[in-house]
Nanobody, 120 residues
C-alpha cells in the first residue's frame, strides 16, 4: 500500500505565498508521475500542476508563472510553491501519484487534501 500525505496549507492574504508538500511512502518501487489537483466548493477537481518521470511538466493556465512544481526523488516528495496567490486559488489541494509497487503492480493514489484559503 502507498500513502500520500500533504502538508503546508493554510490561510494567507492575496499576494502571499505558500509551499505545499506531498510525501509518498509505503511499498514503492518507482513513481511514474505526480501531480497537484485542487477542488473548490461546488466545483470539480482540477489539475493544477504535474510532472512525469520523463520530464514533462504541465501547469493549468490559471497558475502559470505563479506556481512551481518540484520534486525530491530521493525522498519521494513533491512540492508546490505557490506565489502571488489570489482568492480564486482557494480550494482543497490534493496530491496524486502513479506508483509502481514493489510487487510490480501499478496504482493511482490520492492524498487526504490540504486546505488553502486566500483572503482578499
Amino acid at each position: 500500500q502507498v500513502q500520500l500525505v500533504e502538508s503546508g496549507g493554510g490561510l494567507v492574504q492575496a499576494g502571499g505565498s505558500l509551499r505545499l508538500s506531498c510525501a509518498a511512502s509505503g511499498s514503492i518501487r518507482s513513481i511514474n508521475s505526480m501531480g497537484w489537483y485542487h477542488q473548490a466548493p461546488g466545483k470539480q477537481r482540477e489539475l493544477v500542476a504535474s510532472f512525469t518521470v520523463g520530464g514533462t511538466t504541465t501547469y493549468a493556465d490559471s497558475v502559470k508563472g505563479r506556481f512551481t512544481i518540484s520534486r525530491d526523488s530521493a525522498k519521494n516528495t513533491m512540492y508546490l510553491q505557490m506565489n502571488s496567490l489570489k482568492p480564486e486559488d482557494t480550494a482543497v489541494y490534493y496530491c496524486n501519484a502513479d506508483v509502481v509497487g514493489r510487487n510490480w503492480l501499478s496504482g493511482n493514489y490520492w492524498g487526504q487534501g490540504t486546505q488553502v484559503t486566500v483572503s482578499s
